[in-house]
């Protein structure tokens, strides 16, 4: 899918409303975010840009969150499937089973990694340096 996509993006020629100059093919492809789309119309894959929110509540209990940009792939039911991430506090990439309990989560932020394992019933392995 990663590769399809890659592929894909490259393909992809800018279009301006109102514009019709025979332009040579510009050399970057600029925008606020980008959707794929099946032949039912429902979103496969997606990279946005998400602004900072300083009072969003996280799960573990911190509020904030940083301004960051999310690349999602999603299955034909509308769920993500690969996730990844990117904002001044690092990178993350999350990728999910056939339920969402079973997922993989590796993480890079600030001075800390790890990797998170946690299968269907719920039992997490979690590995730091």
Do not use: C, W
């Not at 040579?24 to 492809?29: D, I, T």
């Not at 602004?51 to 039911?77: C, E, H, Q, S």
């Not at 990439?93 to 969402?100: A, F």
Request: positive net charge.
């Amino acid at each position: 899918n990663l590769g399809l996509t890659i592929f894909l993006l490259a393909q992809i020629r800018r279009v301006d409303a109102g514009s019709v100059e025979p332009a040579s093919p510009p050399s970057v492809l600029r925008g606020s975010g980008l959707e794929i789309v099946d032949d039912q119309g429902r979103v496969r894959a997606s990279i946005k840009l998400h602004p900072a929110d300083p009072n969003f509540k996280m799960p573990d209990g911190k509020t904030g969150y940083p301004d960051t940009v999310m690349f999602r792939l999603i299955d034909p039911k509308g769920r993500p499937e690969v996730k990844i991430g990117a904002s001044v506090e690092g990178g993350g990439v999350g990728l999910v089973g056939e339920s969402d309990t079973t997922h993989v989560l590796l993480e890079a932020k600030g001075a800390d990694t790890s990797l998170k394992l946690t299968n269907k019933a719920g039992k997490q392995q979690l590995i730091k340096p």
